[in-house]
């Protein structure tokens, strides 16, 4: 009966929690706060989403999944609808929480994060915490089917993986090669005008 009325629960605050919109009042590496007449909401996100977000003071809105536990309510937040429900189809992966879905997508873009999957890419899964080897050859396993059909960003996270090794071999970091490829045009076709961009951005900073 416990366990009955847990998931009543969990379905019927899942209806209710779709969307907030409200001010950016705190911003930490973990979670946000979004303040909406009068009440204070943490939300934890990834970090493609903080980068994403606007300034503490500033208006923003999340797409929400509510994650109740026996022992814990948590609000997880997403710019997008598409990054909502891939957040809840990693989690659909056996072994894979919503802390770890929420690493996962802080690597990339949703479009990327599909294209590594359908390309087997486990040394790309294995940037977020807490993924090792065994658990990215299961999230490729069981959500690959999923999700061919139609893709056509393998070969664009394939040249964004090729230019960041490379950054990284020039000696910037990876976390700042990563950031700044994405800021790259999709203008330049080869790689050498990728990288000649990409370095032109860094010089810059």
Known sequence: MVVLALAIKRHIIKVMFYSLEGTLS??????????NQGLGFRIFV?????????KIGEKAKLFLHYHLREDAAELYGFLT?????????????S????KSALGLL????????????IANKTEF????????????????????????????????LEGDLELEDA??????????????????????????????EAL?????K
């Open 26 to 35: 705190q911003k930490t590496e973990k979670f946000v706060a979004l303040e």
């Open 46 to 54: 990834s970090r493609e989403t903080l980068e994403k977000l606007p």
């Open 81 to 93: 609808q598409q990054e909502m429900e891939f957040f809840e189809l990693l989690t659909s992966v």
């Open 95 to 98: 072994g894979i929480g919503p």
């Open 106 to 117: 802080g690597l990339s873009t949703v479009d990327n994060i599909k294209a590594a999957i």
């Open 125 to 156: 899964l294995n940037r977020a915490p807490g993924i090792g080897r065994k658990t990215a050859e299961r999230i490729i396993l069981e959500l690959k089917s999923k999700l061919i059909g139609g893709h056509d960003g393998v070969s664009r």
């Open 167 to 196: 950054l990284v071999d020039l000696g910037y970091d990876r976390l700042t090669s990563r950031q700044t490829i994405k800021k790259v045009s999709g203008t330049p076709v080869s790689f050498d005008e990728r990288l000649k």
């Open 200 to 204: 032109k951005m860094l010089g810059k």
